[in-house]
């Protein structure tokens, strides 16, 4: 099918372009600003150039809070898109049972992200929360305010359950979208379950799980609200991902230029990632 | 290879039938042939896809029993029922090449590399695919992708019938020329029993050896295309079978002689309907209709012309009659007069030939 | 008068759509735009309809320049392939929102339905919604739709292609009908040749992108203008074949020739292309003219009535249709006699010589 080049249609993108203007390129800008200028308040500023990007990228403040988000994102992907797959699979196809499951499912995406925040906090307190006692009852010592790995694995597993729905969702509409014949002509062919799933489910699979992942990763790796509610970036910095760091630099003690700097090489950062990683998920839909 | 009976079978998508208007199916006996080629003929909605989904074992049927031969699979899984079935959409394997799709089903069953090799290359020349088995099959146009949902049924030495449902159905029409034949090709050089579903006639007739025409959950008839084209014994089946489809007009019967709008028509019927048929009716094939100065008289309505035939609409009292005229004879054009081929002109009572 | 178009083309980034076309529709008629898929045939619809710009060139409508002018002025209605109608309307409401939308007057709007849907055998389905429809009564909804606008030129694109063989042979004897006193220019595509002979009216033929030949369907299809325009025009394919032209005589084979027809005794020696209808290559001799050809035979079908042949010809792949029953094994020797008074002869460029 060819489509339609009706150019009046840009008529109505224009509200869309007017608003993300004002609310997205103007603020960019005035970062841009800030990134290569010195002030010391009173709207003085002065020129420093790339001074604060060099000053950023060889901090090891920077280094580590990078690496820290590439670790949780990188972990909460691989826990959330082969759950959320799995638990597509196991979805009831048609029947009473599908509208249960996926409301269910969509349940942990209605909740605001500080409220999730704040109940993981207290499920997961030592003394007074479920979690926590309920894994010091078993004999761990776990108090996730005062042990990295704890702090760690809390922040993970809170992050998984709230998203790992929004994976579910997607993989279950690309599921329910692929044509019966399919998985006849499979059961004919004599395919086994693994082999369905990785040639007629997996390659079916394919667009949306692009979409998923790369929601997921843009929306992890800028993930904020969640743990500064739950740990605040501690213990010590342990949970100090990006975003946190950012705020600390910008608000906490006022370094306007290199939290911009920081700011600009953080987008640029997720821009890319996301561009390299479709382009190479469409590049094979080509061939 | 096998041979395909179904005993009694009844299929109703209800939990509980009770009138016969719950079946999808309502009684089908039937023999197939080992090697044959039979088609299954009917409009949507006819049970033809049930029938199909029964002897692939999708569907458990409510009553009755199917046997490959004489040995009862009614309960068998599709998978170990060794069958092959054709899509009305074709279905490949995206992300593999031609060759792996056509090596799957093989492989699947742990067969011996080697031998996938040979039957895949085999299979391949079979179906002018060699040139493309490295290829990935998403990049093949519709029709090669069909022939390679047909191939993974041929590579298989373990096959008791190949399936079609509607396989033509995307198919440009030149190239479904060619596939038909490839498939008639097929099927005498390999003698595989085949079923193949669809509701195009054209493809039916010259596809199978055998026409099992449906309506509503029931085999109206079956035969060979030549028998339902000279003999249909239900007005349905000389409707359905037939382009156009023969003409069905109200008759008198009395005292031996047919009347028809006041004129005497001479049939191939020697018996008479019943005296408590509700309605009766001629039916004869607008090829057996001719200008004949002998006939009785008619307006000319309409004449379409197809090239290498007319179809010309005549009207009479109140009845409409088409005939087809060949590129060679002339429509007369002052006072037309047809008859019917008395040979090929039946009495039908219900519905039903009276012979 | 009429849609026309003038030097239009269409490219869609580096590809061409259509190349430079010229073509004006006869006003008030049946058009069929004949070709295969990804002919074009969709493209010209939509350049006529106005939902796509023609990259160059004009379209004038009822002696107006309209190229610029959006769908919604331009008073067409269109037909898909796939049934588009409003899923949440009953048939009534769907058959009346084209007049709604024009602003008509609650009674006016009951008294056109009423009638549009009498018309297409609608009304007793007016209350119900379009999922409860079958696929038949769906498309002539959107039929209705499309006639209800009264609209000067409606475009149908392959509208009967998702229904049963028998509903489309019913729908394609009424749509000549329902347009006949409307006016409007109907435009119907599809990739059937018989479909565009069943309808009569005037047939442009297709091929990638370009418009072949525009004339009177039946005068097309007995002397298509070109080898190209021939193929697109034939079902089953059209035979061709190089023959020599020595003296009086045409030789296909050394052994196998005839005289050259009257009107052709005059042409210069030389090599030609024959293209012959299957129906011209028939089992028994149409006269004494007729030519005797050995064939090998690749495939037999029998439809009934007719038997198909695909033969080997001496090294060309020929099909024959023959009136008839007639079996044959594969391999057999088949007799097929040419009508050679019939045969269509081309030049170099592949024209048509006309007598």
């Known amino acids: 099918m060819t489509k339609t080049t009706n150019q009046k249609a840009w008529y109505f993108v224009v ?102 925040g704040a109940m993981w906090n207290i499920f997961a307190l030592p003394d007074i929360g479920l979690l926590g006692r309920g ?75 692009t979409i998923a992942i790369l929601l997921r990763f843009m929306d992890s790796f800028m993930i904020y609200t969640e743990p500064f509610v739950l740990t605040g970036g501690g213990p010590g910095n342990t949970t100090t991902f990006l975003s946190i760091d950012l705020v600390k630099i910008a608000l906490g003690q006022f370094d306007l230029g290199p939290a911009a700097a920081m700011s600009l090489i953080y987008f640029l950062a997720v821009l890319l990632v996301c561009w390299i990683f479709y382009t190479l998920m469409m590049r094979n839909e080509e061939q | ?96 090449s031609v060759f792996d799709n056509l090596a799957f ?105 055998q026409v099992v025409v449906m309506y509503d959950g029931t085999v109206v008839q079956a035969g060979t295309p030549v028998e339902l084209f000279e003999h249909p014994n239900h007005t349905f089946v000389g409707h359905f079978i037939g382009s156009p489809g023969m003409n069905i007009l109200p008759c008198e019967v009395e005292n031996g002689t047919v009347r028809c709008a006041g004129h005497t028509v001479q049939t191939a019927s020697s018996g008479r309907p019943r005296a408590d048929a509700r309605k009766t009716e001629i039916g004869v094939r607008p090829e057996f209709v001719r200008f004949d100065d002998h006939g009785f008289p008619v307006e000319i309505v309409k004449v379409d012309d197809l090239g290498r035939y007319r179809i010309v609409e005549v009207r009479y009292a109140d009845q409409r009659v088409k005939m087809i005229v060949n590129e060679d004879l002339a429509i007369p054009s002052e006072t037309p007069r047809i008859s019917f081929d008395p040979a090929a002109t039946r009495i039908y009572a219900d519905g039903w030939v009276v012979n | 008068m009429g ?57 004038w409508h009822n002696g107006d320049d309209v190229t610029g002018l959006a769908v919604q002025k331009r008073n067409v209605a269109m037909v898909y392939q796939a049934f588009v109608n409003y899923p949440n309307f009953t048939v009534f409401d769907n058959i009346a929102s084209p007049l709604r939308v024009a602003g008509a007057a609650s009674g006016e709007v009951r008294r056109r339905v009423e009638s549009i849907a009498e018309l297409l055998k609608l009304t007793p389905m007016l209350e119900r919604f379009p999922n409860e429809l079958s696929g038949g009564q769906q498309q002539r909804t959107a039929l209705a739709r499309a006639l209800v606008k009264d609209a000067a030129l409606v475009l149908l694109d392959e509208p009967l292609a998702n229904l049963d063989y028998k509903l489309r042979e019913e729908l394609r004897d009424e749509l000549p009908k329902l347009f006949q006193d409307t006016g409007a220019t109907v435009v119907y595509a599809t990739s059937e040749p018989l479909e565009a002979l069943m309808f009569g009216g005037y047939t442009a033929t297709l091929e990638e992108g370009r418009v072949v030949e525009y004339g009177p369907t039946v005068q097309l299809y007995r002397a298509p203008g070109s080898l190209v325009s021939a193929r697109v025009f034939s079902d089953p394919p059209i035979n061709t074949a190089q023959v020599e032209k020595r003296g009086p005589d045409f030789f296909l084979t ?102």
Not at chain 2, 40 to 63: F, Y
Not at chain 2, 198 to 204: I, V
Request: hydrophobic fraction near 45%; glycine fraction near 8%.
């Open chain 1, 135 to 209: 894994i010091n009852a078993l004999g761990i010592d776990y108090n996730f305010t005062q042990q990295p790995v704890a702090a760690w694995m809390t922040t993970v597993l809170m992050d998984v359950w709230h998203w790992t729905s929004l994976v579910v969702l997607l993989a279950y509409a690309g599921l329910c979208s692929i044509p019966d014949a399919y998985y006849q002509a499979a059961k004919i062919d004599g395919a086994s379950a693994w082999s369905v799933f990785r040639r007629i489910q997996l390659p079916k699979l394919k667009r949306v799980l």
């Open chain 3, 3 to 59: 849609i026309e178009l003038r030097r239009v083309t269409k490219h869609v980034g580096s590809e061409t759509h259509i190349y430079e076309t010229d073509l004006a529709l006869e006003s008030g008629e049946f058009n069929v735009l004949l070709g295969t898929t990804l002919a074009g045939k969709t493209t010209l619809m939509r350049l006529m309809a106005g939902l796509e710009k023609p990259t160059s060139g004009e379209v």
């Open chain 2, 105 to 209: 089903p093989l492989r699947n069953r742990g067969i011996a590399e080697a031998k996938v090799q040979e039957r895949v290359q085999e299979i391949a020349g079979m179906l002018d695919l060699e040139h493309s088995l490295r290829r990935r099959a998403s990049g093949l146009t519709v029709d090669g992708k069909q022939k390679i949902s047909l191939g993974r049924g041929l590579v298989r030495d373990d096959v008791n019938v190949i399936m079609f449902d509607e396989p033509l159905t995307v198919i440009d029409p030149h190239l479904k020329w060619q596939l038909r034949s490839k498939l008639k090709e097929l099927h005498k050089r390999l003698g595989l029993t085949m079923i193949y579903v669809t509701h195009d006639q054209t493809e039916a007739l010259t596809f199978a050896d």
């Open chain 2, 1 to 96: 290879m096998a041979k395909i009976s179904l005993e009694k079978v009844k299929h109703s998508y209800l939990a509980q039938p009770a009138e016969p208007e719950d079946y999808a199916l309502k009684q089908i006996d039937a023999e197939w042939q080992d090697g044959g080629a039979y088609a299954l003929l009917g409009p949507s909605g006819c049970g033809k896809t049930t029938l199909l989904n029964i002897i692939s074992g999708l569907l458990v049927p409510s009553l009755g029993r199917v046997l490959f031969n004489d040995t009862d699979v009614t309960k068998i899984p599709t998978t170990d029922r060794h069958i092959a079935q054709v899509f009305q959409f074709p279905v490949v394997y995206d992300t593999m």
């Open chain 3, 254 to 355: 050394e052994s196998v020739y005839w005289t050259a027809p009257a009107e052709y005794t005059a042409l210069a020696e030389g090599s030609y292309t024959i293209g012959v209808r299957p129906h011209h290559l028939t089992i028994g001799a149409k006269d004494e003219t007729s030519v005797k050809l050995c064939a090998k035979v690749l495939v037999a079908e029998i439809s009934g009535s007719e038997s198909i042949v695909h033969a080997d010809v001496d090294g060309n792949l020929w099909v024959s249709e023959s009136h008839g029953i007639h079996p044959f094994e594969v391999g057999d020797i088949a007799e097929l006699f040419l009508d050679v008074k019939r045969c269509l002869y081309f030049d170099h460029e592949g024209s048509l010589i006309k007598p």
């Open chain 1, 15 to 116: 509200p869309v372009v007017g608003l993300v203007a004002f609310n997205a390129l103007i603020p960019l800008m005035t970062v841009v600003n800030y990134s290569v200028q010195e002030t010391f308040g009173d709207n003085v500023f002065f020129w420093e150039g790339v001074k604060w990007f060099e000053e950023v990228l060889k901090s090891e403040r920077f280094h580590a809070s990078f690496l820290r988000q590439l670790a949780f994102t990188g972990m909460i992907l691989a826990i959330e898109v082969p759950l959320g797959i799995g638990v597509a699979l196991s979805m009831p196809r048609k029947g009473p049972w599908v509208s249960v499951c996926l409301v269910l499912m969509a349940l942990p995406l209605l909740i605001p992200w500080n409220v999730v």
